[in-house]
């Protein structure tokens, strides 16, 4: 299984994938994961792409009882 947000996958992008998240805010964290938020492709980190999808299957869940 290839391992696509570590080590050589993350040379080539710019500053080897680090930012600021735009969602939590925080800083020198790796920002890999793509979202749409609103019409607007933004990238974000681990733990918010987790708390988003969460939220998401929490939702569908109570939409469906």
Known sequence: MSKA???AGIRTTVNHSRG??????????KVMYEHQIGEQKVTICKQCRATVSRTKKKAAA????
């Open 5 to 7: 947000h570590r080590g």
């Open 20 to 29: 600021t998240c735009p969602v939590c805010k925080r800083t020198g964290i």
């Open 62 to 65: 109570t939409a469906e009882a």
